[in-house]
């Protein structure tokens, strides 16, 4: 596609739930990064891919949280148990090479009730 | 403790004027450093970058000044315009040692121009 895809826009998760959010890269981006942007705040990194391999999770808050990019293109960041602090929203970018002009999506707003 | 400090939450300008926004850094191994705008609901938009051998760099409208041995940069818009209205992030990275290319942001600045 002609950018980076993110679904869905909107969650809403009872506390507990588990959720799995999903991004779309732009074809053929080596590069897939998830930031957390909580209100107020600037987008904190959470985890790196290159293809398939997550070189960098340093940036996720608990074991609760896991990552995947199985076959190189769609991510799909998981949320266990969810937790009110979780709340925020989750912003995938993509670049075609180590780049940091990266191509942010619109985000996934997570609120937890 | 945050390693990147957009100290001004926000800023207004007139049109045509322009319009300075600062960010502070305090890790010194940063050697790239990045600006992003951000309209409500959508993604940030990459804008400019500057390295570190630099100390300025300018696409068009927009400037951005580095001046390590403050750990600060900014981003002049000249001139401005209303659709400049938005939220400017400033970010940094570190990219020797085999960085990853991520970024560490401040908490960004919302930018008005009042027609």
């Known amino acids: 596609g002609a950018g980076v895809s993110q679904s869905p826009r909107y969650k809403v998760a009872k506390r507990g739930q588990d959720v799995a959010l999903r991004c779309d890269p732009i074809?053929?981006?080596?590069?897939l990064f998830w930031y957390q942007q909580a209100l107020g705040q600037g987008p904190e990194f959470l985890t790196y891919?290159?293809?398939?391999?997550?070189?960098?999770k340093s940036g996720l808050p608990s074991d609760r949280f896991f990552a995947e990019r199985p076959e190189g293109s769609v991510s799909t960041l998981k949320i266990q148990r969810t937790q009110q602090e979780d709340s925020a929203v989750y912003l995938c970018?993509?670049?075609?090479?180590?780049?940091?002009?990266?191509?942010f999506g619109s985000g996934t707003r997570l609120t937890v009730v | 403790d945050q390693q990147v400090k957009q100290n001004s939450p926000s800023l207004s300008v007139q049109e045509g004027r322009i319009s300075i926004l600062n960010c502070d850094y305090t890790?010194?191994?940063?050697?790239?450093f990045l600006w992003y705008k951000k309209y409500p609901a959508e993604g940030p938009t990459f804008l400019i970058s500057?390295?570190?051998?630099?100390d300025k760099n300018e696409d068009g409208r927009f400037t951005v000044f580095l001046n390590k041995s403050a750990k600060h940069l900014s981003l002049h818009i000249v001139p401005s315009q209303p659709g400049d209205s938005a939220v400017y992030f400033c970010?940094?990275?570190?990219?020797?040692?085999?960085?990853?290319?991520?970024?560490?942001f401040g908490k960004g600045t919302l930018l008005t121009v009042n027609p």
């Open positions: 970018a993509s670049t075609v090479d180590r780049s940091e002009g990266y191509t």
């Open positions: 074809s053929g981006h080596v590069s």
């Open positions: 891919f290159q293809n398939e391999a997550q070189l960098d």
């Open positions: 890790n010194s191994m940063f050697d790239y």
């Open positions: 500057i390295s570190s051998i630099k």
């Open positions: 970010a940094a990275s570190r990219r020797s040692g085999g960085s990853n290319y991520k970024l560490t």
